[in-house]
């Protein structure tokens, strides 16, 4: 029942337009029996159903609670990397995004205690992936991002962004380019700061 209502109203999604998604993603957030499904229905791979999941699953991490996926991080994790459709890779690569900055944060949060190491490895290798191959710059922005927050704790990402930056993405789009400037110099700063 639960499965098949979500999928109907994911189906009554016209377009991205910002009250369709806060339509659904407040229905979900006021069921959160319904995030299971909504993150099967993400990776439905195939489907472009699976693309409007993704939008809302996206839109619940981003304004309703991000600690709703906490759950999920397993299966999240594990397949962001099978993702074709770039309108359901650009979400989910925002949320790896949340992840990251709740993950890095001074403050103590439920991320910070739930997402494990084998999780964080998954994300930054799908980040690296994305990064190589054709995407969007929305991707490549929150890609750069998320791969640079992981990078403060793990010592060899850095050089592997900056390599990738300096030789790929400063060559592609202004906006690729300009993430990628701003990447680059937040990456010096962090090494000064440590030296």
Same mark, same amino acid.
């Given at each position: ?36 499904? #909504? ?43 099978? %993702? ?25 949060? #439920? ?10 490895? #998954? ?7 994305? %990064? ?64």
């Amino acid at each position: 029942m639960d499965s098949e209502y979500l999928i109907q109203e994911l189906n009554n999604i016209e377009n991205a337009k910002r009250d369709n998604r806060q339509r659904v993603a407040n229905i979900v957030s006021e069921r959160p029996e319904l995030i299971a499904p #909504l993150v099967k229905t993400t990776f439905l791979v195939d489907d472009k159903v699976s693309v409007r999941a993704a939008w809302i699953l996206e839109w619940i991490c981003t304004h309703n609670n991000l600690n709703l996926i906490l759950p999920y991080l397993d299966e999240f994790t594990s397949n962001i990397k099978h %993702l074709k459709f770039d309108s359901a890779i650009r979400p989910c690569a925002k949320i790896c995004e949340h992840l990251a900055i709740a993950f890095t944060s001074k403050k103590e949060n #439920l991320v910070k205690q739930q997402l494990k190491e084998k999780q964080i490895q #998954l994300i930054i290798e799908t980040g690296f992936d994305w %990064l190589i191959t054709p995407q969007k710059i929305a991707v490549r922005a929150y890609t750069m991002n998320f791969l640079y927050l992981f990078g403060l704790s793990k010592d060899w990402i850095h050089p592997e962004l900056k390599h990738l930056i300096s030789t790929k993405i400063i060559h592609e789009s202004k906006g690729c380019k300009a993430r990628g400037r701003h990447v680059l110099e937040a990456i010096e700063k962090h090494q000064k700061s440590t030296q």
